[in-house]
């Protein structure tokens, strides 16, 4: 990572800003304009050049840019599709700085749980087997099919999500689903100043350095735990640590920055601004964090709290599974 | 992406419309043109899937109202509140008072907010600025400059105490994730209440301004009012949407109503009898699929009382609804029908695309109304009755709730520990997507005909086709201000562009 501010090469004038979707939902579009009012000044310093959603520029007029036209491209949304992957490719050519924005950008997001079944079964839970179809032909989308007047096309759909960095290289990772507009907004001050290096080894930018817990509001009492329940089936104590009632948090294995927000609501953390380790992997450092807190003297007792967890792969790596050491099904 | 037109022996020309505005990820048109250059056949594709439904299974049920938000960041409170539905089904529990007025109020100020960013950002333009006007200013920064900036700040308003409501139930203002099985995860404080109870009011008056900006801007104009009565927007199809006990509008639960188009009812419905009276239709050309009606039956992209497709959508259920639940949307409720059919009783079925952006301001002023009876409510504020704690064993359920973009299904099979086994999703635009298809090709077939000059204005006037839906594809983003690209190519039989129609940025 570089420490140092290299604003050499930028170009004279206002800033060119690009935003992007891939697979995703929309919510980080909106954690953009979540910064209200901001959003004018930011017009002021800034062009935005490409953001599908606000403003009309065209694929086609994105290609004609020279390449590194746009200063900086915040790309949010995972990889699925070919379509996605040729717009990833697109963007980085003429981008100089393009970040990861949101967690699906970042690690795969809540999309990447899909990895965890084959596409053939998603293809048959959605187009075969669910109980409102009428399907008797088995039919099923393809990526061309020949209308009676001309051939129709559609993207591949690809065998698992992948994340933006396993397509191009990523300058920055802005952690969040979505980012707080607080951070966007710190962020954004930064790159208009000029204090943020161009290329920066996919450093981590609007987050803090610490954990979630290291900003919630909750009380440790250094308690372990002989049982871990389930959200719906126990009331917790306000203003106590959830993890040492034994409610699962992933607050010790999540990167601060969204100021521990769901805690505050009585609801645990379900880690979506990413590992809190220069690692990537966070359900390792959940699985940590855990084996630090349960009330076990022997590996048979630990082994039997733990087993009470319903979901450890779907709940540790909510918003990971594209960063996990397990990536993808098979 | 620009579409590879793929060379064929045809007769037929083809305008590519890739990608078309305000769907999350990417939509796409392909219009055919015969040799006389009139419309002969027109595409709609939606290029997403994502499988929800699938990598849900294995998860514990008491998460999805955690995941499935996530399906669309614009409308995460939709999904929050089926999902929590579908739990309180699974789980067989009935709801404390409190809990469910948490909840019904919470949906009610999301409702406002939802209506106002696409009647202010994506449909008023059109109207406002005119279809063929000046696309660098047919959008919300020109409707704010032509409106005046003291009407921008009201719409900011709405938006930004929109989701500080979001934050005090949910703790997140974008994504909030408090509904759980039997409740909510945490009660409402009499302070709290005190600050909702500001913003609720400041919604429906917000909202009353909102039907003042339709009246003066859209229904005064005759050209307007012309070319919602008049235009190539017109679908008779069957309507759908939650009624009360009365027959009456509700948002948040109810039975599922569908009337025919004439208005007669075909059949009401609790939630867990979905499956019998709606099924989907896959076609190789889309990621997404077609519901249509069970007892009608799938007879093609037609309309009509013979053909089951139907639309759920801000005027299906003014249709379905016998009357609105408060007093002032009432009025306004009458108002609309007696503009648009004479019939100021509602019996009479309105069925003009673009009437649409009107019906849903008057759900605005409802859903404002509404909070507010919910807000006032002596219970809301329960330290304790915010929710339940499940005792039965888990087992299926459904839960339905209405999206801003129509009916929206969540069903899930559990083992008996809670972990999903199966999940079915029906999401609000995907109800309208036969629809959809079909008020595209209308409006492509009336709008180019022989020798038609495809300017930009007529690009436009296309997707004001799609647009009156606020759909939500994939179901994703909608509600944002502004255009996407466009690009529209006419190309020859060997794939040669001949005319090409770029839209100016906006």
Redesign the interface.
Known sequence: MTASVDTSDRQPGKLRIGMYWASSCGGCDISLLEIGEHLLELIEVADVVLWPCVADFKYRTVADYPDGYIDVCLFNGAIRSSEQEEIARLLRVKSRTLAAYGACAMDGGIPALANLKSPGAIYDAVYHSNPTLQNPNKTEPQEHWAAPQGDLTLPRFYPQVLRLADIVDVDYRIPGCPPVGTQVWKVLQAVVAGEVPAHNDAARAGCDNRSVCDECHREKRKTRIKEFKRPHLAVPEPNWCLLEQGFVCLGAATRSGCGALCTKAELACRGCYGSAGLADDQGTAMLSAIGSVIDATTDDRAHEIVEQIADPTGTFYRFSLASSALKAHR | ??????T?A?P?R?ISID?IT?L???GKI?I?LDADGEV??C?F?V?????F????????V??MP??MP?????C?EAHMMASAKA?DAV?KVSLPLTARLIRELQYNIFYVTDHATHFYALGAPDFVMGPASN?AERNLIGVIRKLGVEVGQKV?QAR?WG?EAA?I??????????A???GV??PITAQERERLEEIVRYMVEFAKFTVGVLREHVLANSQYVDLILHGPYHHRTYSMGLVDEKNRTNFYDGKIRVVDPDGHELCKYAPRD??KH??????????L?F?YL?EVG?KGFVDGKHSGVYRATPQSRLNVADAMSTPLAQEAYEEYFETLTGDRSGHTMVHQTLAMHWARVIEMVNAAERALELVRHPELTHPENY?V??HDTPTEGVGIVEAPRGTLVH?YVTDE???VR???L?VGTTNNHAAICMSIKQAAQGLIRKGTDVTEGVLNMIEMAFRAYDPCFG?????????????VRVRDCDGTVIAET?????
């Open positions: 992406m620009t579409t590879a037109a793929t064929t045809s037929y083809r990608p305000r999350e990820g990417h392909d055919f002969a056949d595409y594709q290029p997403e899937l994502r499988g439904e699938k990598f849900c299974e294995g998860r514990p008491e998460e955690r995941i996530r399906i669309c960041g614009v995460p739990c789980y696309p900011i930004k989701h934050a139930f949910g703790g997140r203002p974008v994504n909030p994730e408090n759980i099985p039997g995860s945490k979905y499956a709606v099924a989907e239709r896959v076609e190789p050309w889309s990621y699929k519901p069970t799938w929710r704690i499940p069903h520990n809670g972990i199966k999940a079915n029906i179901c994703a983003t909608h509600s944002l201000p502004g255009k996407m690209p466009m690009v770029v839209r100016a940025q906006g």
